[in-house]
């Protein structure tokens, strides 16, 4: 059975970084595209990038140029770099393959 498990979520402050992690078993990272969606307090998820079975990238408009989705095939893990992170960025972060969903990592960026 597939499994997803998110982590490297944390606090921090306006303009740092993070690298969120999504260490999958079950699957391999050419059998499905991977992707890392959000979802604020009171409002819906939304994706935020996507890296596909063949290792092409899309992002959100509201990331695109901050934030980068990365794999290691090797480790089956999917990374998703955070850069100039802004306090609208703050949400659960869900890593997403097919129907299965991972656990969910708390980002929060505030002064």
């Known amino acids: 059975q597939l499994q997803l498990v998110e982590s490297g979520g944390g606090l921090v402050q306006p303009g740092g970084s993070l690298r969120l992690s999504c260490a999958t078993s079950?699957?391999?990272?050419?059998?499905?595209?991977t992707g890392w969606f959000r979802q604020a307090p009171g409002k819906e998820r939304e994706a935020v990038a996507c890296?596909?079975?063949?290792?092409?990238?899309t992002y959100a408009s509201s990331v695109k140029g901050r934030f980068t989705i990365s794999r290691d095939a090797a480790k089956n893990t999917v990374y998703l770099q955070m850069n100039t992170l802004k306090p609208e960025d703050t949400a659960v972060y869900y890593c997403?393959?097919?129907?299965?969903w991972g656990q969910g990592t708390q980002v929060t960026v505030s002064a």
């Open positions: 997403n393959q097919f129907t299965y």
């Open positions: 079950g699957s391999t990272l050419e059998d499905y595209a």
């Open positions: 890296i596909s079975s063949s290792g092409s990238t």
